[in-house]
């Protein structure tokens, strides 16, 4: 079994690459884990010297301006064509039917909160297992029916 773990927009790149690097020292506990790094922003993946050029990929957030690296904020018009990337970037995903996905996000902020449904939505249309861990802070209780806080 593979555990794919999916790091998507900034907060999610920060988690994956601090914590889940962390934990796979205890490889033989987890099996093989391996990590993927999505964002729009390609100073946030990049801050990150051991994360390989094949692990990581960007969305390209220059559709959207030219002067800006990442989504910067304009959420709606990275939605007009981020489900096009995010299918190119499953297609490229050397699939296992025992893998188990892990997608990791922000619920504020910019592309993560985007990225991660979309990301969910194909791989379960592709019948693969998915765990959606999403970080917040208060400020984002107000737009969730249903939070559990720990």
């Known amino acids: 079994m593979r555990v794919l773990v999916h790091g998507c927009g900034g907060a ?14 205890n490889i033989e506990v987890f099996g093989i884990v391996e990590n ?46 981020i489900t096009e990337d995010i299918k190119n970037y499953v297609d490229k995903l050397d699939k296992h039917s025992d893998d188990i996905h892990i997608v990791i996000s922000s619920a504020s ?9 979309r990301l969910i939505h194909t ?12 970080v917040t802070d208060t400020s984002s ?5 249903l939070v559990f806080l720990f």
Do not use: H, W
Not at 67 to 80: H, I, K, Q
Not at 110 to 117: D, K, N, T
Not at 123 to 134: D, E, N, S, T
């Open 109 to 117: 902020g910019g592309s993560g909160s985007l990225i991660a449904p």
């Open 36 to 81: 993927r790094y999505i964002d729009t922003a390609t100073a946030d993946v990049n801050e990150y010297e051991f994360i390989p050029d094949s692990d990581k990929f960007i969305i390209s957030s220059n559709k959207l301006n030219k002067n800006v690296d990442g989504a910067g904020g304009v959420r709606e018009a990275l939605d007009e064509f």
């Open 123 to 134: 791989l379960k249309m592709l019948k693969l297992p998915v765990i959606y861990i999403m």
């Open 141 to 145: 209780v107000m737009y969730c029916d």
């Open 12 to 25: 999610g790149v920060n988690i994956t690459a601090q914590e889940i690097e962390r934990l796979k020292e």
